[in-house]
């Protein structure tokens, strides 16, 4: 019989920091230090010695993210991942690698890309952004219609609960069911399971082509018949974005790209043959002589700036809805495009929504409430990865509580029985 | 040795009355069928046998039975291979197949929500003409429910590239062991909150009751090439696999037969498989018809550069066609048609990095001879999962021991080469005492705090999946042997 019972450590009542010195949690919270374990064994010593001293643990990556989500509930340590940054294991004939969690997502594409393959997942700021990270906030791009979200890509992974032990789920093999499914779990659970040391994800071969099709539309209802077409196209999009104009003229500005109220971006990846044909039967079946065309290197800044424009660090709100597709596309319509730089992962019904004027809570608090009630009564959700501090509370950034948050909250004793990782941050009482 | 509870009489009245008496089964010649699934080497007769029709109905049977504190086991088709509906100790079967309903099918935003007990295949057919398909699709398909895919984590011949069930599972209505309903996920994508339905997916029946699954839909394929490559050898199959991944193709599909299993195939189909031939390779890709020309001409040409000859190619636009279909049929039925060879038979399920598949070919060939046992093959190449089939006679105590240790060595080895003892079998009871082979105490603790979230009296599958936790009873193996 295995012992479950943690061991007994008095907690020890801490004081939030006066200075930043240590550190910053997010949120305008400070750290009473931050660690920077560089080894598997470093990170479960400093999580044990930490808890012990009566600290909560707040991991951190490249930082792109630190102000995601609930309110640091009480003090404690930052861990610094990037120290662990290594590759483990990368057999690229079994598709396969295993990392460390710090690395950045761009450092990872290189290693991989030097093997002709790549992690058909993307994240904003890749050069920051680590894999610990994306994994543990669910973070994805544009390419997830046709190439999956992160819960499609990972296979194993070893975290640090909250007594600094380091747990292990899944394995180094593309198909296995042996326990339960750990990494799916840890995989959006925003540090509050256990600190993500290290992940086994699934690798693909890069495609031989890849191009992006720029389609322009003045009505929202002329796109949204447009993506009733495309849902049963003779051709199969790897990525479908609809934009507004603020959000059209800022990604594709830098191209030199025509703007109209709407622009749906249809991405395609394949190799050249059948990419070629694609683009060809998407002009048919749109029936459009203007569409605009990148192709291959030309393509690449367009897909970039689509990924980095989900993370707009200008604006004081960003909202996100959870949708069935056709959905999204009624909720598109209840939003004043003026006021909100719109992008939309159309395949998917996620719609997001960065605020383009100075915040004013008067004003912004019931356009919240208003979006939200549509967004609930179509279905779905809405949450806030972006918000000032201090309205975060009143605006519910993780949206109505959901029946399954009770649940959750058993699951998050179940791994963590005395919440210290990562308190306040997510759902609920986690 | 077997733990037979000794049922509340209440209990069958009061069950008899949530389900309806033609809904329940308590003579024991009726319930002796329910002894046992796939793996047939351990079995037990459940005390009595439920066939819940609705949500409310399960919450009904699993509320009256931890009422009288009675363990209940969910079943589907009852096709697990590794013991995972075995009604250890007795207790309650809660038998899904009478909620079979197809609830909704939505083309424009590419889900389905079906009861547990829909049969995988039903669900392709009644997906036929819409352009869309639900992509998991076990050798078993024909038989086995979704609810049972969702309970282990299906995979089946398409995985290498379309993934396995949970890439496809996006939400489940879970009842759980205290009568309460949980809703995880649904048809929209990135609900706030953890990913319950992932963790659920895969569970084996050990959290809980699966009474509704939210499928995603995926487009059908344009069209579609298959190739039967022909090889002298295992290893020069593989180093085709191989080569064919280095390409950059990656293949629908990439299913390998050894010569024993080859001849069983070609005894029970006459499809037209070389008997002599040291391997058969089924190559299929699929996408768009533009694109697939180059790929085929790749293929055939790394196939002959591997010693290889390429005995059928097949274009086809849709899986219904006569000669696609016939060649999956062969892969499909293969288990069946060892049937022929041999009164019993029990397959593993074990996973390697697939480089390293020469290697635990070499290795299971010669455990075969070490125990005297004769070991057919037939696998998922590209991803590494073997399904070496073990013929014995179930008859024979002796056989059965060896059958047993050759299982084991084989796993063993797996495990010693960096892989898993199952990639979609799930683990049952039968290859618990792996477990704590591939993770530590404390990764095994974790899965007990977990299963102990959901499932805290353990009523619910006791004693399955991860061995230790609450409400555990002390056992070495369930019910009473075959042999006995």
């Known amino acids: 019989m295995l012992d479950l019972s943690p061991p007994v450590i008095e907690t020890i009542a801490l004081n939030w ?109 890749a050069d920051r952004a680590t894999l610990g990270g994306i994994f543990a906030t669910n973070a994805s791009g544009p390419r997830r219609f046709g190439l999956g979200r992160p819960r499609d890509q990972i296979i194993g992974i070893r975290y640090v609960d909250g007594e600094g032990r380091a747990i292990k789920g899944g394995g180094r093999v593309v198909k296995n069911v042996a326990g339960y499914d750990l990494p799916k779990l840890l995989t959006g659970s925003m540090g509050t399971l256990g600190i993500i040391a290290e992940l086994t994800l699934k690798v693909r071969p890069k495609p031989e082509a890849s191009a992006l099709a720029w389609v322009r539309f003045r009505r929202l209802a002329d796109a949204a018949q447009a993506l009733d077409r495309l849902n049963t196209s003779g051709t199969r999009p790897v990525a479908l974005e609809l934009l507004n104009a603020p959000t059209a003229r800022k990604v594709g500005g830098g191209a030199g790209l025509p703007v109209e109220e709407w622009v749906l971006v249809v991405g395609f990846e394949d190799n050249a043959a059948s990419v070629a044909w694609q683009l060809d039967r998407l002009t048919l079946e749109l029936g459009r002589t203007d569409l605009v065309f990148l192709k291959d290197n030309d393509s690449a800044p367009l897909w970039s700036a689509l990924v980095d424009s989900q993370a707009d660090e200008d604006a004081p709100l960003t909202f996100a809805a959870n949708l069935k597709p056709s959905a999204a596309l009624v909720f598109l319509g209840s939003i004043d495009a003026a ?23 008067e004003e912004i608090a019931p356009e919240v409430d208003r979006l939200r009630a549509e967004a609930v009564r179509l279905g779905g959700s809405l949450t806030l990865p972006r918000c000032p501090t201090g309205w975060k509370d009143r605006l519910k950034v993780w949206g109505n509580p959901r029946a399954d948050w009770a649940i959750a909250e058993k699951v998050k004793k179940a791994l963590d029985p005395r919440g210290v990782l990562n308190p306040g941050r997510f759902v609920g009482v986690i | 040795m077997p733990a037979t509870t000794t049922l509340p009489t209440r209990l069958a009245s009061e069950l008899s009355s949530i389900v309806g008496p033609e809904n329940l089964l308590a003579h024991r010649d009726e319930r002796l069928v329910y002894e046992c699934d796939g793996f047939v080497i351990e079995k037990n007769v459940p005390d009595l046998v439920v066939f819940p029709t609705s949500t409310e109905q399960v919450v009904g049977v699993v509320k009256a039975c931890g009422r009288a504190g009675v363990p209940f086991v969910p079943r589907g088709a009852g096709t697990s291979l590794a013991g995972g509906t075995l009604a250890v100790g007795g207790g309650v ?58 309970a282990t984590n299906s995979g089946g011949p398409h995985t290498l590239k379309y993934g396995v069930t949970v890439n496809h599972v996006l939400g489940v209505e879970l009842v759980l062991p205290d009568g309460s ?128 000859s390429v005995a059928k190619a097949i274009t086809w636009r849709t899986r219904k066609e006569p000669e696609y279909m016939a060649i999956w049929k062969a892969r499909k039925s293969a288990f069946g048609a060892i049937g022929r060879l041999s009164p019993t038979f029990c397959t593993q399920d074990g996973v390697v990095p697939r480089t390293k598949l020469p290697h ?125």
């Not at chain 1, 400093?46 to 630190?66: C, D, F, K, M, N």
Request: glycine share 12%.
């Open chain 1, 339 to 361: 006021r909100w730089a719109i992008q939309t992962h159309a395949g998917n019904g996620i719609v997001r929504g960065h605020f383009q004027d100075e915040a004013n809570f």
């Open chain 2, 93 to 150: 079967m809660i038998c899904l197949t009478r909620m079979k309903r197809i609830l909704e099918v939505n083309a424009r935003d590419r889900y389905a929500v079906v009861e547990p007990g829909v049969v995988n295949v039903w669900l392709t057919r009644a997906l036929a003409g819409s352009g869309f398909h639900y992509a998991p699709d076990p050798s078993s398909q024909g038989a086995c429910t979704i609810g049972g895919n969702v």
């Open chain 2, 360 to 484: 635990i070919l070499r290795f299971i060939t010669a455990v075969g001879e070490r125990h005297d046992i004769r070991i057919a093959n037939v696998f998922h190449a590209g991803d590494g999962n073997i399904h070496p089939i073990l013929l014995f006679d179930e008859r024979d105590p002796d056989q059965v021991r060896r059958v047993l240790e050759a299982s084991h060595e084989i796993l063993e080895e797996c495990i010693n080469v960096g892989g898993s003892v199952t990639g979609e079998h799930g683990i049952g009871v039968e290859k618990m005492s792996f477990m704590p082979r591939l993770f530590s105490p404390a990764d095994l603790a974790a899965m007990v705090a977990l299963r102990t979230a959901f499932n805290p009296a353990g009523l619910c599958s006791p004693d399955k999946m991860i061995p230790g936790g609450a409400g555990c009873i002390e056992r070495k193996s369930p019910g009473h042997k075959a042999s006995a």
């Open chain 2, 181 to 308: 309903v949980v809703q995880a996920g649904g048809p929209e994508e990135d609900h706030p909150g953890y990913d319950l339905t992932g963790l659920i997916v895969g569970h084996e029946g050990t959290f809980g009751i699966v009474t509704k699954v939210t499928v995603d839909l995926t487009r059908d394929p344009e069209a579609g090439r298959t190739f039967l490559g022909v090889f002298e050898t295992v290893e020069a199959a593989t180093e085709a696999v191989s080569g064919i991944i280095a390409a950059g193709i990656v293949p629908a599909a990439l299913e390998m037969l050894d010569n024993p299993m080859i001849r069983a195939v070609e005894a029970a189909f006459r499809f037209g498989f070389p008997t002599e031939a040291g391997a058969v390779l089924i190559i299929e890709t699929d996408g768009l018809d533009a694109g697939l020309e180059r790929e085929a001409q790749s293929i055939a040409s790394i196939v002959r550069s591997n010693g290889g």
């Open chain 1, 17 to 125: 920091p006066e200075t930043s010195a240590g550190g910053v949690l997010g949120d305008g919270r400070s750290a009473s230090a931050t660690d920077r374990p560089s080894s598997l064994e470093e990170l479960c010593e400093i999580v044990a010695r930490r808890v012990g001293e009566g600290h909560a643990l707040y991991p951190q990556g490249g930082a792109t993210a630190l102000d995601y989500g609930g309110i640091p509930r009480r003090p404690g340590v930052a861990i610094d991942l990037r120290g662990l940054a290594r590759v483990v294991d990368y057999p690229a004939a079994d598709m396969t690698i295993t990392i460390e969690a710090g690395m950045t997502l761009a450092a990872l594409q290189k290693t991989l890309g030097e093997q002709g393959q790549r992690l058909t997942l993307e994240a904003p700021l």
